[in-house]
DNA sequence: GTCTATACTACGATAGAC
DNA sequence: GTCTATCGTAGTATAGAC
């Protein structure tokens, strides 16, 4: 009588373990494969069950992948709500873009590895509400080359180079042996010394 | 008895007329849509022919594929060839970046379009001899890692970064309105920029 | 929640006529 | 060199038993 209380925290907040594993095992396959060149019995396998009974956890493969991103963070929107309140001085893009690759952390880089590796899933992919999942960055990143004078397009091309550096890091790692945190680093150096490009050319 | 004289020349020396217009309308299909989401029946239709006729002209769809990298440059291996027969100076990692950075023509953009939009499908390309599409200039960045003290990794990452700023900037440049000049300049100053922080942080 | 069985479709690829 | 017709396969997805 006393023991099947707390199942629900065990299994806690959103979905089953099955429903988990077969995320993460997605992620992985996706990453390594491509999310076209992975099929569900693939994933399935993975995870030791029969590629049918994926359904009952997800509507469909794109559910998958659509899972993949819905308790993403919230930085970019949030740096982007910031960003809208500061006055327009002249050391805003170096801040806000500082800001920006702070926020690189060693476990989002398995969903940058996985962007990395499917840019054109990525571009056609949009949340719930319709949006593309990449709106919220790339508003910052109109927000910043407005603070660029209008005609320099290298200097917004570079701006949004340095906001981007994570994933160019991300791609520059493929083939060498390094940490995380050395990727991260080096994401972190390549943003200021594109920024400071730009500021040092006027 | 004097028409049909300069028919090979016409056609020049490589392959027929539809097998060009089908390796113009697959790069441009694998580049837009990805390799694995374009159907030969897609690309046959672009050119206005049937499905069953592109096997006239290449043996399968990855032949398609490798056709497009045949006649690729040689900038890589004739780069390689001279950076090792440099000796070591500490200029020698900037000067080999800025030789490869001046390579950059637009003329190449649409290949480097493709690679960015498939990357996994390059990693697992070959060439005719069976090595990596990427090896020669794989080659390049470990001889310029090497140049820098070992242990840190993360300059070596910044090297890798300088060396792919091409790709970088193409793909910073996806949502933006540039043109090819303004993106070869970005990339070649993102380059630069790079190669600073490697030296100016000793 | 997992299974077997199956429907449906699209793909890459081949055969053979013209 | 292009066509029609077809093969074999593998994919996503569904129905229904357990």
Redesign the interface.
């Known amino acids: 009588m006393t023991q099947p209380v707390r199942r629900a925290a065990a299994v806690s907040r959103r979905g089953s373990d099955t429903r988990r594993r077969a995320q993460r095992a997605a992620l992985q396959l996706f990453t390594r494969?491509?999310y076209?060149?992975t099929s569900l019995r693939e994933i399935a396998d993975e995870l030791g069950i029969n590629k049918a009974s994926l359904y009952h956890h997800f509507a469909s493969k794109e559910a998958i992948l659509q899972s993949l991103f819905d308790e993403r963070g919230t930085e970019a929107q949030e740096l982007l709500a910031w960003l809208r309140e500061q006055p327009r001085t002249p050391r805003l893009l170096e801040e806000t873009v500082l800001r920006w690759v702070d926020t690189f952390t060693s476990d989002k880089l398995a969903a940058i590895r996985f962007m990395?590796?499917?840019?054109?899933?990525i571009?056609g992919l949009a949340d719930s509400s319709g949006r593309s999942i990449?709106a919220p960055l790339?508003a910052i990143?109109d927000e910043l080359?407005a603070l660029v004078p209008s005609g320099r397009?290298?200097d917004?091309?570079?701006v949004?180079?340095a906001v981007?550096?994570i994933?160019?890091?991300v791609?520059?790692?493929?083939?060498?042996e390094?940490?995380d945190a050395?990727?991260i680093?080096?994401a972190q150096?390549?943003a200021?010394?594109?920024v400071?490009?730009v500021g040092g050319?006027p």
């Not at 791609?171 to 060498?176: C, G, K, L, R």
Request: aromatic share 0%; hydrophobic share 45%; proline share 2%.
């Open positions: 494969q491509g076209e060149s990395t590796a499917n840019p054109l899933v571009r990449g790339n990143v080359t397009e290298q917004g091309l570079l949004r180079m981007l550096s994933n160019a890091a791609q520059a790692a493929v083939h060498a390094v940490t050395d990727v680093a080096a150096r390549a200021r010394a594109l400071r490009e050319t």
